[in-house]
């Protein structure tokens, strides 16, 4: 069955807004399995460092919210095989000083401005894979599968439903989503 092709990022102005942070989805390749998902925010010090904002881990042992500061996104063992630019922020609900580390990745899981917060009122996704070893119940139950890019689209309605991501950014990524 042939997919429709994926409807076009939002459409962004450079340069942004005055203060205004520009925050992108990186998306790392995960064949075979769903490519992973996580928001970005570029410093305005260095365009190629910032926040990476994520649910950390997989559907057979669970998900971590994590936060990585000072976060170069060409510096990664692996780079992302996308870096699309979702949307300008306004910055008051960023921190530009929680981007700035000691030059060093530190990883975070509190929560240090608006978006942060908000994102993070989002649930992780739990374990959801089942092994072949799991007791059996008898009775059928149905697992919904959760996984990082399920918890990015969640955290986009939030964003949206907080004022602080518009609703096109969230339709874009609900129809990208594998």
Not at 49 to 70: D, M, P, Q, T, Y
Request: glycine residues 8%.
């Amino acid at each position: 069955m042939n997919r429709p092709p994926p409807p076009p990022p939002p459409s962004i102005t450079a340069p942004g807004p005055d203060g205004a942070f520009l925050v992108h989805i990186l998306i790392y390749n995960g064949a075979p399995f769903h490519d992973h998902w996580a928001y970005w925010t570029q410093s305005r010090q260095n365009s190629d460092s910032g926040v990476l904002v994520h649910a950390a881990g997989n559907v057979r042992v669970g998900f971590e919210f994590e936060i990585k500061r000072g976060y170069g996104w060409n510096d990664g063992e692996t780079p992302p095989t996308k870096r699309v630019p979702l949307q300008w922020v306004n910055g008051e609900y960023i921190s530009d000083s929680a981007m700035v580390t000691s030059g060093d990745e530190e990883v975070d899981r509190i929560p240090a401005c608006p978006f942060e917060e908000a994102v993070h009122k989002v649930e992780v996704p739990v374990k959801s894979l089942r092994s072949v070893n799991s007791e059996a119940t008898g009775v059928p139950t149905r697992i919904v599968q959760r996984d990082c890019q399920t918890w990015i689209v969640e955290a986009a309605n939030q964003l949206v439903e907080e004022g602080i991501f518009n609703s096109e950014v969230a339709s874009y990524l609900r129809a990208i989503q594998q």
